[in-house]
Every structure is written in C-alpha cells, then in structure tokens.
C-alpha cells in the first residue's frame, strides 16, 4: 500500500508559476507510473501527466506549460506549472498505478 500526500497549491495570478509535489510513503514509488489529475467544481476529474519509466505524458490543454518529474531519492512526483490560467483552477491529486492509490489533494486558485 501507498500513502500520497500533495503540496504546493495556493493562490497565484494568472501567468504564475507553481510546483506541486507529491511524497509517497509505504512503497518505493520509482517503478510505477504516477500521474496527476485536478478536479474543476462541477466537473469530472481529469487527466493532466503521467509519467512512466521516464517517458512522460501530458493533456492537450496543459502541454508546454506543465512538466512532471519524479525524484525517487525522495520517493517524490512534481509538477510544475507555468503561465498558469484561470481555468487551470481546480483541486490537484497525486495518483500511483500501484492500487490505484491517491492522495487528499491540493487546491490551486489561479486569479487576479
């Protein structure tokens, strides 16, 4: 089993920057895929990047501004976020292949 815990939200204005990180405990996290997802109000969860044996993944809608890494020193998924836009507001979830794991989420507000 897996524990995730997301950081790193907050509130920024638009064309800001953020990075979100995701610590996993229970399981070494380096050989399964992870990815991240958000979650507007009023809408389904969607897929944003995942990242898998190094080969990384990403929506249509975030490309070029959103970069996953992962630093398995530290048993830690990033996600960097630049030239954020409003509609990029939502809650950020950390996700591990391994038992579908997630985590609590992260609350990002992009405004002026």
């Known amino acids: 089993q897996v524990q995730l815990v997301e950081s790193g939200g907050g509130l920024v204005q638009p064309g800001g920057s953020l990075r979100l990180s995701c610590a996993a405990s229970?399981?070494?996290?380096?050989?399964?895929?992870m990815g991240w997802y958000r979650q507007a109000p009023g809408k389904q969860r969607e897929f944003i990047a995942t990242i898998r044996y190094g080969i990384t993944n990403y929506a249509d809608s975030v490309k070029g501004r959103f970069t996953i890494s992962r630093d398995n020193a530290k048993n830690t998924v990033y996600l960097q976020m630049n030239n954020l836009k409003p509609e990029d507001t939502a809650v950020y979830y950390c996700n591990c292949a391994l038992g579908d794991s997630w985590g609590q989420g992260t609350q990002v507000t992009v405004s002026s």
């Open positions: 229970g399981t070494i996290i380096s050989i399964y895929p």
